[in-house]
């Protein structure tokens, strides 16, 4: 089985990072210990907190992976997930004309043919969305991304907001060396993702988005 950091196939027992010394465990960052456990934790919405720069990552989780289609799964999750997922891939693949930051990927479309998503609903003390980014490795094989239990409903509204905090992870796989501000010259990724949102007609979502934030029912990203 692949190690879910570096990528490289390992036998059941040297399959944790630690057992192989995985390369990758000091670059981990941006995901909270508990981020992926299989029990959603209960929280309330004056409880939550902004994610810091570097946290530590629960390695010893394996969850089973479904595949849904093309390099993409979700894990004990609600299936309409998938369909959001693949509504934020189209929508970076229609209206996103910038290269992913690893050259050797030619568009995003190649990018995401090549990456498996893990996509979870779960309020584990972030914003509205979590995605376990690991700085310095432009090409990492598994992106986890969870996404706030507030939107756990499958309604339109939240289908729809849901899409857009997934446009704002994936953007931040496809473009690993921008903050959520400009850099360098570069579109930040809020500024990213608000573009192609309302490129794509999802302006109410980040309306809806917008004002859950505003109630502090749920943060946004502030990285």
Known sequence: MPCKLCGYVYCKDHLSPQRHKC???ENV???????????IVSQSPNE???PSSIDTVNINVEPSVKNVSSMTS???SPYWLSDCLEDAKNLIVEYHDEKPDDKSFVDCANFFAHKTFDV???NNGNASGDINLIRGLL????????IHDMLREDTRDNRRMITVVLVHQLLHAIHPSRMHDFTNGQKGINKLEHELANRASYHDALLNLESLNQSGKIHLCNM
């Open 29 to 39: 960052e941006y995901v909270k210990a508990d981020a992926f456990s299989n029990s």
């Open 120 to 122: 979870k609903i779960q």
């Open 139 to 146: 090409s990492q094989p598994l992106y986890k991304i969870c």
């Open 23 to 25: 390369t990758m465990l």
């Open 74 to 76: 979700i894990t004990d």
């Open 48 to 50: 939550l907190h902004m």
